[in-house]
C-alpha cells in the first residue's frame, strides 16, 4: 500500500480485506457471512472482533512510535500474546531511554 493509505488499512493482510469485502457484500449480516464461509457464528463474531482491535490498534492516534504500534497491532491480531507484548515494550523503553515514571507512549 502506498503512502497515502490510510493508517487504520496499512496492517491489514489480504485475508483481513477479503473478510471485509465479504461482510460488505453480506450487508453486515454475520449470519450470513458464517454460513457463506462454512463456519459458526461465534467463529465469524471472534474473526470481526480481532480485526476491529487491529484497525484500533493501527488508529490510535496517541501512538506515534511505529514499533509500538506494530506490536499493538500483533497483538490485536493474536499474533503475539499481552505478555510478551509487555516485555518486548519494557525492553523497547529500556532501550529508548526512557525512564521509570516518564509518559511513554507504549505505557
Given amino acids: 500500500m502506498d503512502r497515502d493509505t490510510p493508517q487504520w488499512l496499512k496492517p491489514l493482510n489480504d485475508e483481513d480485506l477479503q473478510f471485509l469485502k465479504r461482510l460488505l457484500l453480506a450487508s ?15 467463529t465469524v463474531r471472534n474473526r470481526l ?12 492516534g496517541e501512538i506515534t512510535d511505529p514499533f509500538v504500534r506494530q506490536v499493538r497491532v500483533l497483538v490485536a491480531d493474536g499474533q503475539l500474546a499481552p505478555s510478551a507484548a509487555r516485555v ?3 525492553a523497547y523503553r529500556v532501550a529508548v531511554g526512557v525512564r521509570e515514571g516518564e509518559k511513554h507512549e507504549s505505557s
Fill in 88 to 90: 518486548l515494550l519494557d
Fill in 28 to 42: 453486515g449480516s454475520l449470519k450470513a457471512l458464517a454460513k457463506e464461509y462454512g463456519i459458526s457464528y461465534p
Fill in 49 to 60: 472482533d480481532r480485526l476491529i482491535e487491529k484497525v484500533r490498534a493501527a488508529d490510535n
